[in-house]
């Protein structure tokens, strides 16, 4: 059975950092693109960042450039989003989301992603 489990979520405070962990069983992650998505109440899921398949392209919406980083261990079967001087509109429910294949470019519409994970709960706040 394929399954992607996030981990890593929590309260911080503004200016914290965290790391997220997206943990797949039933399919190898490095054979699959990987994408990040949030939620936040009352609001539309955004995409967040994504990584292809090689690891090698990699994207950031506008609004986390240069604060998170998206990073995969193929060895771990685990793709990795770290979080740094977060803001109290991070605060949202965080999801990765997988789609098996051989992806140069990493996918950036959830609708291309067929597998994801339930969620782990984001609050920045002081």
């Known amino acids: 059975q394929l399954q992607l489990v996030e981990s890593g979520g929590g309260l911080v405070q503004p200016g914290g950092s965290l790391r997220l962990s997206c943990a797949a069983s039933?399919?190898?992650?490095?054979?699959?693109?990987i994408g990040w998505f949030r939620q936040a109440p009352g609001k539309e899921r955004e995409g967040v960042s994504c990584?292809?398949?090689?690891?090698?392209?990699?994207y950031y919406a506008d609004s986390v450039k240069g604060r998170f980083t998206i990073s995969r261990d193929n060895a771990k079967n685990t793709v990795y989003l770290q979080m740094n001087s977060l803001k109290s509109e991070d605060s949202a429910v965080y999801y990765c989301a997988a789609v098996e294949g051989n992806y140069k470019l990493c996918l950036v519409m959830e609708d291309r992603y067929n597998y994801w994970g339930q969620g782990t709960p984001v609050t920045v706040s002081s």
């Open positions: 039933g399919f190898t992650l490095d054979y699959a693109a």
């Open positions: 990584i292809g398949s090689s690891g090698g392209n990699t």
